[in-house]
């Protein structure tokens, strides 16, 4: 593509530099993309989301649920409620996954 946009304007025009704006802001995506994740880690769920970190006990979350447009959450003893970040699963499988590791001793 870069070389396209070289080739049909013969100099650094606009065409260039967005492509190559373009060409990064996809390589961040996938970046993010590529690091988001949920691990269950035996009395922890570790939450990777925009390459921030989230770790939270087991024993403070109460339920996970999922909605249509909202998608998934986990609700804890306080209140608040954490989305689960889109892994690339549908949500409802997420949750399955999540409550099943709930319920193991």
Same mark, same amino acid.
């Given at each position: 593509?870069?070389?396209?946009? $070289?080739?049909? +304007? *013969? ?11 373009? @060409?990064? $802001?996809? @390589? ?7 690091? &988001? ?8 769920? /570790? /939450? ?10 087991? /024993? ?5 649920? !999922?909605?249509? *447009?909202?998608?998934? !959450? @986990? &609700? ?10 889109? +892994? ?13 590791? @709930?319920?193991?001793?």
């Amino acid at each position: 593509m870069l070389g396209i946009a $070289l080739m049909c +304007t *013969g100099e650094w025009g606009w065409e260039f530099w967005g492509t190559v704006v373009f @060409l990064v $802001l996809c @390589l961040i995506a996938l970046l993010v993309a590529g690091f &988001t994740k949920i691990e269950n880690q035996g009395e922890f769920v /570790i /939450i990777v989301d925009n390459l921030r970190k989230t770790q939270i006990p087991k /024993i403070s979350i109460v339920k996970v649920s !999922y909605e249509k *447009g909202v998608g998934s !959450y @986990l &609700t804890l003893v306080n209140g608040v409620f954490v989305k689960l970040p889109v +892994t690339g699963r549908n949500d409802q499988g997420v949750v399955n996954s999540v409550r099943s590791w @709930l319920k193991q001793p």
